[in-house]
């Protein structure tokens, strides 16, 4: 029997329900929380005869398809979309941020923390360059040794505090940009948009983008955090996040100039550079890796680590 790859096992884990027990106006304890590890994705090999094979290819040639063995090892990862919590790193400038810094925050940040704790991930992996790996690593050493106050990144936040409590040596950053290339510079668009039949389209997907973004912003400040990190990687945002892109953007300059195309492009291009990054720091079964990483990538990432197996 050939060794084949077996079908990726995809599960999804939500934030099973905060627990909140009230008593004098305020909030006192916090029950276990296996917090939305929202994607858990396990690679496996295994032996197999065949691959079943759907009707329409049974009544053609009616013979064996073997996949191809990579030999890949097993490991599973959980992909924690978050909102970052340094403002205006993203196209949408928001108007309501939290104060990491505050008590309340602090502490629903050691309720999350506790809570991925409980995945015992064996590498965590932030959205922070590759090429600047070594001053992460400088960082976290400091902070283990008690020399760095964490800074607001959502990379220090989560991903030192939880690498620190597990004893990690390390922290990984996996991200890096690609080349923008774009024929249109994003802000010549609307130019581009009123010289052709475009600008209403244009106009129509620019309201939608800051309508789902001016909401996911409003709302933040409205309940725990805990809550908006549920509501973050449920499977409707993470859909609308990518539909973004997928039904709006790409459809501008299509048979022309192809800018919404290209922009797309752009976006794969960095999340498949990431994909490349993480699946080059798997060294054995036993390998857990917690991806923190903006939620934009949610769905993209997922795609595949489904599909490349």
Known sequence: MEAQIETTIFKF???????????????????????ALCCLIIISCGDKNKIPMN????KGQQSN?????????????????????VANVDPYKRKNDIDIKSIKIQNELEDLVRSLRSYKPTKILVE???????????????????????????????????????????????DVQSPLDLEFPVDNWMDYAQKTDWAEKLNYINEKFDAFYSYNDSIKITMPLLDYYYYLNSNETILANDQQKLSGWIEIGAGDKYL??????????????????????????????????????????????????
């Open 13 to 35: 884990f939500l934030l099973i329900w905060i627990y909140l027990f009230k008593g004098q106006n305020k909030l006192i304890f916090m029950r276990k929380l296996f917090f």
């Open 55 to 58: 009707d329409i290819a049974q």
């Open 65 to 85: 398809i073997n996949k191809v063995n990579l030999k890949l090892p097993v490991c599973d990862i959980a992909i924690l979309g978050t909102f970052h919590y």
């Open 128 to 174: 922070f360059p590759i090429a600047e790996q070594k001053y992460l690593d400088s960082l976290y050493q400091e902070y283990r040794k008690g020399n760095y106050v964490l800074g607001n990144g959502e990379q220090m936040q989560i991903g030192f505090r939880l690498a620190k409590e597990l004893n990690h040596e390390h922290i990984y950053g996996i």
């Open 260 to 309: 919404g195309a290209d922009l797309v492009t752009h976006d794969y291009r960095r999340n498949l550079r990431i994909y490349s990054n993480i699946i080059s720091l798997v060294e054995g079964k036993d390998d857990r890796f917690l991806l923190i990483i903006g939620s934009s990538h949610t769905r993209i990432l997922r795609h595949l680590f489904e599909d490349s197996l």
